[in-house]
């Protein structure tokens, strides 16, 4: 009976639930139409009469308030109709909206935005428009929460029933307790609603907040959003308590009268006889011992005396029986627990979803005593990833007896919230008449730790692997494209001098000269990340490379992306090589603009000055100043899972062809090398901001003085350059490239110059030159890649003919021996390729001199 009438009580409540809900949705829909057909009957009549029509209007919505704000937008002019306020209010709503209408076909009249907090009355709002023409359309601001409280009762319902409306994602849109919706509660993560989302009607009885309620919600089509209407379980079933009350008393007495009435009719059949039994062997026991013939004589007169007599011996050797095995159960039961407490095993043991038994070493990895552990729920230990997983077992394993099952890897959350692994044996038992379940476990966290330690490190002796393939890669591809970008280099070089090209041509020659500086430095920003080129450093000005990198680079950003920059760090100077802050700059304005996309958004770059006093958490090499240059952008974000792999060669997330995947990674080669320090800071659909931290260099006044009169000497112009000393001969050059077009390239540039030169592609053919002219080049240029007997036993064939005939070395290899240590070799000079021909004649001219 009890069971019937709570089944109809509840359901009954959910019922009324349902009603409450249809009516929020039916009024909802009910609102938003007469809007939408006022927005309509005004944006019609203001096309024919606009002065009268806002009169008319104004007073209509005076008496009856349906908007909080409405105007009219013509040819892209807003006219504010109710009431007269700033046109920014719903300025946001209003621009969505109108794109929208535009976009649209012709067929969409009217439309309605999600809802958003309206500064104009400070409470949650709604936008919607009717469009009349392509230039005109009519658009209000909703009060959701004054209609909705108003017109639908929330705040009248009875105390114990509540109804609130969430949107799709659980979020709190309008709720009689405005502090919820101020502070955007949500709902979404609560089990019931996930499984409401999914269906259009839901009701049932959940436990949310620690409460016990009715729910129903029913999904409004029109708005996405769900009216959810609860009702307090205890507060409902407060009827029905007293009902119970009085049938638990009737129910008492009831039991009351039964027992006593069992316990007469027992003591009368079962306890007496047992009695009186007990009576007949006491008095047996204490019988003199009776004389054979007179044993004999009653035996055959008195059958029962013998009888008697077995049953009592039978009865004592039972009794004894049971005596000794209740003995000896205690004795294998002390066994078997000082056995469980002394194994070095974890053993648990459950029954009706808790524990009911833990030894010692289970108490040691779960953090909890014995006392504590038995109140537990036995899933509680399990970690949240794989709770609903196991859960089904544990049922099962105390509902019938199953087989054991393993687990090599499973996580558990100790009582001071450490995660650690077990391998662990689960099993069935009998427990008083039941089936009970069992755990096995042994500790593997500290094995599992090392085994990804082991990972780790093999991961890092494969990355040293890939970064060692990378250098002999980088050294070999550098010297071929040096080779490449000095070429294009003289050649650019030489259409100057010629004068050939009119002077239009100048700005293209400008950005073939600028092209051809970036990919030089890319080449040296690649081999300086391997480590193939050693550093040539020099005081930078940081702001002046940031300043020039944006004025570049916005220009060819979309529209759509907004770059603020706001350099605010006292000090700037930093030593560095030319060209390796715009490198770094550029990678990440780069990566930023790739996270934006095709959307609206903000690429910032900031810098400020901060002293480190910790840096080995921030893995510098010393305490110091250092420049702080911030990267920011609100793109999509980065995912945990890969954070740690964006800086890894040739690691991307993009596309084929739109990415190599080694642009951040030599930028972390550049800042360890400048020995800064580079970290990243991102989450999915909030943005990303990379933070590199490079020390600045403290200037004193005589140091400036010094460094501007060293780059003054190497500020070299071509009307500068020092003439080639004056004899009655012209001075001789050999070159030696393999290269045909360098080495003609060369050959002409210094024939212009006032030089004799010749060129050979060979070591041999050079080689058998030298010893057959009469007069001696007066100075040799050679590269070391050169084919045959290759450049270094050139070198050294020249050096055992004439020992001190200057000879100055070009290459593309970077890291070759003789250009570390030249005067080990007799190398007057070394010139990396690509050099210009200023640099070439500034070298030659110095040597001639001496």
Not at 395 to 415: F, G, W
Not at 429 to 456: C, F, L, W, Y
């Given at each position: 009976i009890n069971t019937v009438l709570l089944t109809l009580l509840v359901e009954e409540?959910?019922?009324?639930?349902?009603?409450?809900?249809?009516?929020?949705?039916?009024?909802?829909?009910?609102?938003?139409?007469?809007?939408?057909?006022?927005?309509?009957?005004?944006?019609?009549?203001?096309?024919?009469?606009?002065?009268?029509s806002v009169t008319i209007f104004r007073k209509i919505l005076e008496i009856d308030p349906v908007f909080n704000n409405f105007f009219i937008v013509q040819d892209n002019k807003a006219i504010e109709i109710f009431p007269t306020l700033n046109y920014g209010a719903i300025r946001y709503a209003a621009n969505k909206i109108a794109e929208n209408l535009i976009n649209s076909s012709s067929k969409v009249r009217q439309i309605i935005?999600?809802?958003?907090?309206?500064?104009?009355?400070?409470?949650?709002?709604?936008?919607?428009?009717?469009?009349?023409?392509?230039?005109?359309?009519?658009?209000?601001?909703?009060?959701?929460t004054k209609f909705l409280i108003d017109k639908i009762f929330l705040s009248k319902l009875e105390g114990t029933t509540t109804m609130f409306i969430v949107d799709r994602y659980g979020n709190f849109v309008i709720h009689p307790n405005p502090k919820l919706v101020a502070e955007r509660r949500n709902i979404g993560d609560e089990n019931w609603f996930i499984k409401a989302r999914h269906n259009k009607h839901f009701s049932g009885i959940v436990h949310s907040h620690g409460h016990w309620q009715i729910v129903s919600t029913i999904l409004n089509p029109n708005s996405s959003w769900f009216f959810v209407v609860t009702t307090n379980l205890i507060a409902a079933l407060t009827?029905?308590?007293?009902?119970?009350?009085?049938?638990?008393?009737?129910?008492?007495?009831?039991c009351v009268w039964t027992f006593y009435t069992i316990r007469k009719e027992m003591s009368s059949s079962v306890i007496s006889p047992i009695e009186q039994l007990q009576t007949l062997l006491q008095r047996i026991e204490e019988l003199p011992e009776v004389p054979s013939e007179v044993y004999t004589q009653l035996a055959t007169q008195q059958g029962p005396i013998e009888e008697i007599e077995s049953f009592r011996k039978t009865f004592l050797n039972t009794f004894g029986w049971i005596l000794n095995q209740e003995d000896s159960l205690k004795e294998s039961s002390l066994r078997f627990q000082t056995l469980l407490h002394n194994i070095p095993v974890a053993v648990l043991i459950f029954q009706d979803n808790h524990f009911i038994y833990a030894n010692k070493v289970a108490e040691q990895i779960s953090g909890f005593k014995q006392e504590a552990l038995v109140k537990t729920p036995c899933w509680e230990l399990i970690h949240p990833d794989h709770r609903e997983e196991l859960m089904?077992?544990?049922?099962?394993?105390?509902?019938?007896?199953?087989?054991?099952?393993?687990?090599?890897?499973?996580?558990?959350?100790?009582?001071?919230?450490?995660?650690?692994?077990?391998?662990?044996?689960?099993?069935?038992?009998?427990?008083?008449?039941?089936?009970?379940?069992?755990?096995?476990?042994?500790?593997?966290?500290?094995?599992?730790?090392?085994?990804?330690?082991?990972?780790?490190?093999e991961k890092k002796f494969q990355y040293l692997q890939r970064?060692?393939?990378?250098?002999i890669l980088a050294a070999g591809v550098a010297h071929e494209f040096n080779n490449i970008l000095h070429g294009i280099g003289l050649n650019i070089e030489m259409l100057r001098f010629t004068g050939i090209c009119p002077t239009e041509a100048d700005k293209y020659l400008n950005t073939m000269e600028h092209l051809k500086k970036r990919a030089s430095m890319l080449v040296e920003a690649l081999l300086t990340f391997t480590r193939k080129k050693q550093s040539s450093k020099r005081l930078i000005h940081a702001h002046s490379e940031i300043q020039r990198v944006i004025t570049i680079?916005?220009?060819?950003?979309?529209?759509?992306?907004?770059?603020?920059?706001?350099?605010?760090?006292?000090?700037?100077?930093?030593?560095?090589?030319?060209?390796?802050?715009?490198?770094?700059?550029m990678n990440l304005i780069t990566n930023a603009r790739d996270a934006i996309g095709n959307e609206f958004g903000t690429i910032s770059v900031e810098t400020e000055t901060v002293i480190i006093d910790e840096p080995e958490k921030l893995k510098l090499p010393q305490k110091g100043k250092y420049m702080k240059i911030k990267v920011s952008d609100t793109g999509e974000g980065i995912p945990e899972e890969i954070m740690s792999k964006i800086f890894d060669p040739f690691f991307t997330t993009k596309e084929i062809g739109k990415g190599t995947g080694l642009g951040l990674s030599m930028v972390l080669g550049i800042v360890k090398s400048?020995?800064?320090s580079i970290f990243c800071d991102s989450a999915v659909q909030s943005g990303t901001t990379v933070n590199v931290l490079l020390p600045l260099v403290e200037i004193t006044k005589q140091s400036t003085t010094s460094q501007k009169s060293e780059l003054e000497k190497t500020m070299i112009t071509q009307d500068a350059l020092p003439t080639p000393p004056r004899s009655l001969e012209k001075p001789r050059i050999l070159i030696i490239e393999d290269?045909?077009?360098?080495?003609?390239?060369?050959?002409?540039?210094?024939?212009?110059?006032?030089?004799?030169?010749?060129?050979?592609?060979?070591?041999?053919?050079a080689i058998e030159h030298l010893g057959s002219i009469k007069r001696t080049p007066d100075v040799v240029i050679m590269d070391l890649g050169l084919p045959g007997i290759g450049g270094e036993a050139c070198l050294e064939h020249i050096r055992k003919m004439y020992p001190t005939l200057p000879v100055i070395v070009i290459s593309g290899y970077l890291d070759h021996k003789i250009l570390k240590h030249p005067e080990k070799y007799g190398v007057k000079a070394c010139l990396s390729k690509p050099f210009s021909t200023q640099q070439l004649l500034q070298t030659l001219n110095e040597i001639l001199a001496k």
């Open positions: 409540a959910i019922k009324d639930n349902q009603f409450l809900a249809q009516i929020g949705c039916v009024a909802l829909d009910k609102y938003f139409d007469t809007a939408f057909r006022i927005a309509k009957n005004f944006a019609s009549e203001y096309e024919n009469m606009p002065g009268k935005t999600p809802p958003f907090y309206s500064a104009y009355s400070n409470e949650v709002s709604v936008a919607l428009a009717y469009f009349v023409s392509k230039d005109s359309y009519a658009i209000g601001e909703l009060n959701l009827p029905f308590a007293y009902w119970i009350l009085i049938m638990t008393g009737i129910f008492l007495v009831f089904h077992m544990i049922q099962m394993r105390q509902q019938e007896l199953r087989p054991a099952m393993q687990y090599s890897e499973l996580p558990i959350i100790t009582k001071s919230g450490q995660i650690k692994w077990l391998q662990t044996t689960v099993g069935s038992i009998v427990v008083n008449g039941r089936p009970a379940g069992i755990v096995m476990a042994t500790d593997i966290t500290e094995q599992r730790k090392a085994e990804q330690e082991k990972k780790e490190m970064m060692e393939a990378l250098g680079y916005s220009e060819t950003l979309p529209k759509t992306i907004e770059v603020k920059t706001n350099l605010k760090a006292t000090s700037d100077t930093i030593e560095a090589e030319e060209g390796q802050i715009e490198h770094i700059i400048l020995g800064g290269e045909e077009i360098l080495a003609s390239l060369i050959q002409e540039c210094l024939q212009k110059e006032g030089y004799e030169a010749s060129t050979f592609n060979t070591p041999e053919k």
